[in-house]
């Protein structure tokens, strides 16, 4: 969940991270004028807390265009990254096809 690319500078080609400091300011804002609630957030890259970051300068320009692809598809919701068939670390199938919803990905313990 953070660039690793200084502990292993050549074995990291790109890293997911998560940058939630936006959300913490208002939520500090919220607490300070009474505002905040408590509730759970569950938020990814459509939101901005989610980003593919780091990307190595290895990484063709073609390959750059299909991730960025990708990416607006998985925050507009048209491509859901846990779906079709998954294998644990084991190889054992978890799931046979269609798309996990939030909370199914939320509870994997797999």
Request: charged share 25%.
């Amino acid at each position: 969940q953070s660039d690793m690319k200084a502990y292993a500078p050549d074995a990291q080609l790109a890293a997911v991270t998560h940058h939630w400091g936006g959300y913490y300011t208002q939520v500090a804002r919220d607490v300070l004028e009474g505002r905040w609630q408590a509730k759970p957030v569950w938020a990814g890259m459509k939101d901005g807390l989610v980003r593919l970051s780091a990307l190595d300068a290895s990484i063709p320009k073609e390959v750059r265009a299909q991730l960025e692809a990708r990416r607006r598809a998985i925050a507009a919701g048209t491509l859901k990254p846990f779906s079709g068939r998954l294998l644990d670390n084991a190889g054992r199938e978890r799931q046979a096809g269609g798309a996990m919803d939030d909370a199914a990905i939320a509870a994997m313990n797999w």
